[in-house]
């Protein structure tokens, strides 16, 4: 089991997801020899993340290299600090070459629909995306260490418009940018703020 550090700042963590890559089948194969020496790369990134830069969000593990092999098994345990629910876990399969390494595949998975749609401890068998013809699956599993059904189930408000961040009090921070607001008013006004019309 393997525990990564966030760099900070960093809002703190609601709860912790351990993630196992179990195994992959069916990947493509990068080398002359027909076959790839296969591992994989997890990231972790916030909701918000423009597509184009997923792949760039802090890297939260990485699999042992298989070699030769189309259908690895890893059975590979990480723990993972979550801060949102909305985040995006972005998993990366990988040929290693003696000089570089060839992507073979990548998905990328929304936390809320994991929550969702999956039992704590289930696995389930998802595509990779390749981008050039190819094809080829990952299996993976979750635990929640939180209850993050019902953070996300919170992160929602009255109209069912979702909350930018979770655990925040929001409800204090309006009313202290209120009270900013006429600090600012009496400061500039030496007769205070004006007083309301009747």
């Known amino acids: 089991t ?3 550090s966030f760099p900070k700042p960093m809002s703190a963590a609601i709860g912790k997801l351990t993630v196992r890559v179990l195994r992959a089948r069916n990947l493509t194969a990068a080398d002359s020899n027909g076959l790839s ?3 994989c790369r997890l990231r972790l990134a916030p909701g918000d993340t423009p597509f184009a830069k997923l792949q760039s969000s802090p890297k939260v ?3 042992k290299v298989i070699h030769k092999t189309l259908n690895p098994d890893w059975i590979q345990e990480f723990e993972i600090p979550v801060h949102d629910v909305h985040d995006i876990l972005v998993i990366e399969m990988w040929d290693k070459d003696l000089l570089s390494n060839d992507e073979i595949g990548w998905t990328y998975l929304a936390l809320r629909d994991l929550v969702a749609d999956m039992k704590s401890g289930e696995s389930r068998w998802f595509p990779l995306d390749i981008g ?3 094809d080829g699956e990952v299996q993976l ?3 929640f260490s939180t209850d993050f059904s019902a953070i996300l189930a919170n992160s929602y408000d009255e109209a069912g418009n979702p909350r ?3 655990g925040r009090d929001t409800k204090r921070e309006d009313e202290n940018r209120k009270n900013d607001k006429l600090r600012k008013i009496q400061k500039l006004s ?3 703020p004006p ?3 009747k």
Do not use: C, L, M, Y
């Open 37 to 39: 020496d296969p591992w």
């Open 2 to 4: 393997r525990t990564v």
């Open 190 to 192: 030496p007769r205070g």
């Open 195 to 197: 007083s309301p019309r």
């Open 132 to 134: 050039n013809g190819g």
């Open 164 to 166: 930018t961040e979770i």
């Open 61 to 63: 593990g990485k699999t």
């Open 141 to 143: 599993s979750f635990a």
